[in-house]
């Protein structure tokens, strides 16, 4: 119920993965969370683990549209997202959540993303030095998707990038960059400010996505284009609305301050009613972004200041991101190292995969069990073969509901990489480890053409 104290219990057997990830300032890990009432008169959310109760688990704090999504989840299972809990599904039958974001249209609560904004005379000059992206064509009202790297040329993070045509950008990302962009803005006159904590934000997705905010905010959406946002009101109450999302469809992204978030929440539902809008959680929105081919960092690559080994770290390039990096626009943070790869040849790639289904099913009756694809989205490091050699992995897959494939993301040498190329992945049918067929496919796995409509 709103406002009762709760306590969040881990998954035995994984708590140990969880403490060392939060141990490390790592909260967006995907290990499930169960809440349960709590009689403690504790004023905050705590999650515990190590099966030690209430008394010993680490801290979470609420969104700022937490008294919403709490009332709403139903299955009342939750995860760790950047240091606050976000609701795994609402429904006891995830994939309605799904099929509302693919048919209809579904709310997701995005807040934990981590937003920076920055400003002074040399905030372009920082925001072109450390992206990859060239901005000299930047215009206001834009955004742009974008990687930015290390000095060696990995990956430290990819994100959004605002451009408010005032000298001033907001930058989105999925883990804290406040002291790596401070550092590179040494000597600049630029400020930064984290304001993740000050800013909600939704994320509405779905082919009836813009009818609903059409009846929110009026004809003004219909010009919003991909990749743009606007500022405007929703019953009264001021927000930015950008086209973008994480879901492969028609969507938006609604951004407002703190104290207006569940007034928001409560205007958009309402409006969203008569188009069947459903609350959608972490299961669903992975689903649909591994349909759409976008990666996750923390899945499919490791962050650079994150990572505990070099296999963990990817350069744009071997995240398939080549369009996305501007050799040609000057110095910026990682070219050196980028130019130096280039030279001497990408070592991997990550690509689609297409899992032969047929094949895989087998595997299950010849233990004499249904054919059982899998459940939910997954997120782990899975053995890739050719021709006997291990030559990559898969990092995360679904059985897409839509398309009724399974599907993945996967590392593997640049070789492998072309499409068509014939591989094996491995896969876990009870105790036994089998060999499915697998092959390069094209990304995105779903683009309906109302996307960028």
Not at 199 to 225: F, H, T, Y
Not at 375 to 394: A, T
């Amino acid at each position: 119920m709103p406002g009762e104290d709760l306590a969040f219990f881990c998954e035995r057997g994984r708590c140990d993965a969880f403490s060392r990830k939060m141990a490390r300032g790592i909260l967006e890990t995907l290990i499930p969370v169960r809440a349960f009432p709590t009689r403690a008169p504790a004023s905050s959310i705590r999650i515990a683990v190590d099966g030690r109760g209430p008394g010993g688990g680490h801290m979470l704090r609420g969104s700022p549209f937490h008294s919403r999504t709490l009332a709403a989840c139903e299955s009342w299972e939750w995860k760790a997202w950047s240091g606050y809990l976000a609701a795994t599904s609402y429904s006891v039958v995830p994939y309605m959540e799904y099929y509302a974001i693919r048919h209809s249209a579904g709310l997701i609560d995005v807040s934990p993303l981590y937003k920076f904004h920055i400003r002074g005379k040399d905030a372009f000059a920082l925001m072109n030095k450390v992206v990859t992206r060239d901005l000299r064509k930047f215009s206001k009202g834009q955004i742009v998707y974008t990687p930015w790297c290390d000095d060696r040329g990995k990956t430290v993070d990819d994100g959004t990038l605002w451009n408010f045509g005032d000298g001033s950008f907001r930058l989105t990302a999925g883990t804290p960059n406040l002291k790596w962009l401070e550092d590179n803005g040494t000597g600049m006159d630029v400020e930064v400010e984290d304001r993740s904590e000050e800013l909600g934000a939704l994320s509405l997705q779905g082919p009836s996505s813009k009818a609903i905010l059409r009846d929110a905010v009026g004809e003004a959406i219909d010009s919003l284009k991909f990749f743009r946002f606007m500022k405007m009101k929703v019953e009264g109450l001021p927000l930015e609305i950008s086209r973008t999302g994480y879901t492969g469809d028609l969507g938006y992204e609604l951004w407002m301050e703190r104290e207006d978030a569940e007034r928001l929440w409560d205007a958009i539902m309402e409006h969203g009613a008569k188009y069947d809008l459903q609350p959608a959680g972490q299961a669903a929105m992975d689903i649909c972004r591994i349909e759409g081919g976008l990666i996750l960092g923390g899945v499919d690559y490791g962050h650079a200041h994150h990572a505990l080994i070099d296999a963990q770290r990817y350069s744009p390039f071997e995240l398939s991101l080549d369009w996305a990096v501007a050799m040609g626009k000057g110095p910026f943070v990682g070219r050196r190292a980028l130019a130096e790869e280039l030279r001497q040849g990408v070592p991997r790639r990550i690509v689609g995969i297409e899992i032969d289904w047929t094949v895989a099913s087998r595997f299950f009756t010849d233990m004499g069990l249904p054919p059982t694809p899998p459940s939910d989205p997954w997120g782990s490091k899975m053995p890739i073969y050719s021709g006997g050699r291990q030559v990559g992995w898969g990092t995360s897959g679904c059985w897409s509901p839509t398309l009724k494939k399974y599907i993945g993301l996967a590392t593997v040498r640049t070789p492998y990489a072309r499409l068509g190329t014939p591989l094996e992945i491995e896969i876990e049918v009870e105790w036994q480890r089998r060999r499915a067929p697998a092959r390069v496919v094209e990304r995105p796995f779903y683009d309906p053409p109302h996307r960028k409509a």
